[in-house]
């Protein structure tokens, strides 16, 4: 009978999918026969008329996985999630059933859940709610952004047992290298001294965490005017323009690999920030820019992108963004590995089953 194991995070852009890759690979390469499910997936795109979660198609095409889609992810809600999942017995009985069929010959499925583990607790489908029908222990990954991440943790622990699941204990995700130390010495005792177990402690890293342009285009939509083969530059800060031209330089230099926003009528500030380290300017407004910021954009390599948005409604829609590991992302793919092989227990973990 297949071991499971429940992944499911404390917040959004925790860095969930990398460690379920990186979780799988290492198991895959120390002998075990490794499956990957995800019972609720995000509709992200889609292929054929169909939609699609492109998590899902990461993991079978990185592990090799021979169940078709619709096994792997059951069921994909779009937006609109409410109305999707009304008839939540039918949706929890299709899970059921394709966990059943993919388990089969499996020593392990690493399940990978949806954001928090209480989404989805309107439809009786949360983690806990699933995890208990698969009897299967859950794993929370925590990206820590400051000193209250403990008690999220917590919190979470309580709700997941209150729903009659096993917490197995918790990774500590994207640990800034400035708080690495205390997060070792401090956080990881008070949280075992009440209960949870750490598998692991990563640190921040950029390759894994900073966005693509490409990837800031798909939220913000917009019009790409210049550097369109360019958007798989990597962004690592976000800075918005609005200051007087003689402040411009000096803050921009702060920075690098950094995105610009401003208004598109804002020709000094954007050419400023082009004299420094800039993976792309986004303008604001639906101001055209002048001519000489699309040359000098174009001399310099760098994507120009039109959106109709204001500057606030602009950083709101980034808020949180952080990159993702694609299909076919060699580098990526082979980072999560690394991080996941040198920070994360994961044969103990393993053990730790019996």
């Known amino acids: ?35 990957y499910f995800k019972p609720i997936g995000w509709e992200m795109a889609t292929r054929e008329g169909k939609p699609i979660d492109e998590d899902t198609i990461l993991m079978k ?49 690493i399940v990978e859940g949806l954001q928090t583990p209480s989404t989805c607790s309107f439809a009786g489908l949360s983690a806990p709610e699933i995890a208990k029908e698969i009897k299967a222990p859950i794993l929370l990954v925590s ?96 800075m918005v323009g609005a200051m007087r031209p003689e402040l411009a330089l000096r803050y921009f230099r702060r920075s690098v690999n950094k995105a610009v926003i401003t208004g598109g009528d804002r020709a000094d500030i954007a050419l400023t920030a082009l004299e420094t380290s800039t993976s792309c300017l986004i303008l604001t407004g639906n101001y055209y820019p002048s001519v000489r910021v699309l040359i000098k954009a174009e001399e310099k390599g760098v994507p120009v992108i039109l959106v109709p948005y204001d500057t606030y409604t602009t950083v709101s829609l980034l808020e949180g963004i952080t990159g993702r590991i694609k299909p076919g992302d060699e580098k990526k793919i082979k980072k999560a590995r690394e991080l996941v092989e040198k920070y994360v227990d994961v044969e103990e973990l393993m053990r730790s089953f019996g």
């Open 143 to 238: 990206k820590v952004e400051d000193q209250l991440t403990v008690d999220t943790i917590l919190r979470d622990k309580v709700y997941i047992e209150s729903m009659g699941a096993t917490l197995k204990g918790a990774i500590l995700n994207y640990v800034p290298s400035e708080v690495l130390e205390r997060v070792k010495d401090l956080d990881v005792k008070i949280l075992e001294e009440k209960g949870v177990k750490i598998w692991g402690v990563i640190p921040e890293n950029i390759e894994l965490t900073a966005p693509t342009v490409r990837e800031i285009l798909e939220v913000l939509g917009g019009e790409v005017l210049t550097g369109e083969d360019k958007l798989d530059k990597i962004v690592e800060d976000f």
């Open 61 to 109: 095409e990185v592990l090799g996985l021979k169940e078709p889609l619709e096994i792997i992810a059951p069921v994909i809600v779009p937006p609109r999630v409410l109305e999707y999942l009304r008839e939540a017995e039918k949706v929890k009985e299709k899970i059921l059933n394709a966990y059943k069929q993919l388990s089969e010959g499996k020593d392990v499925v």
């Open 1 to 35: 009978m297949a071991k499971s194991l429940y992944v499911a995070s404390t917040s959004g852009f925790s860095g969930k999918t990398a460690i379920c890759l990186g979780m799988a690979v290492k198991l895959a390469e120390i002998g075990y026969e490794v499956g």
